[in-house]
Nanobody, 114 residues
Framework: QVQLVESGGGLVQPGGSLTLSCVAS????????MSWYRRAPGKERELVAI????????GYKDSMKGRFTIYRDNAKNTVYLQMNSLKPDDTAVYYC???????WGQGTQVSVSS
């Protein structure tokens, strides 16, 4: 049974940082690319970052490049999203996704506000 469980969300002030975690189970984690999406209030779901199974080819949407970093620890079956210089527009529910399996986590809320 494929499962993705996100954690690490919360309330942070503008300019602050958070690191999200996604623990995967039920498949061979290192064989799969992983990605992070987000859905902000009143907006469509959008891709934030994606990383290959070996962790060597991260990619980012332009608005997140330079602030967000995706990385993974295959020994722990975990993919991370490090978020720096957070802005109020980053407020959203963040989801972990396994593209080939089309499997989603339950989401974790990130709120950026003073």
């Amino acid at each position: 049974q494929v499962q993705l469980v996100e954690s690490g969300g919360g309330l942070v002030q503008p300019g602050g940082s958070l690191t999200l975690s996604c623990v995967a189970s039920g498949f061979t984690f290192s064989n799969h690319a992983m990605s992070w999406y987000r859905r902000a209030p009143g907006k469509e779901r959008e891709l934030v970052a994606i990383i290959t199974g070996d962790g060597r080819s991260p990619g980012y949407k332009d608005s997140m490049k330079g602030r967000f970093t995706i990385y993974r620890d295959n020994a722990k079956n975990t993919v991370y999203l490090q978020m720096n210089s957070l802005k109020p527009d980053d407020t959203a529910v963040y989801y972990c996704h396994a593209p080939v399996l089309d499997s989603w986590g339950q989401g974790t809320q990130v709120s950026v506000s003073s």
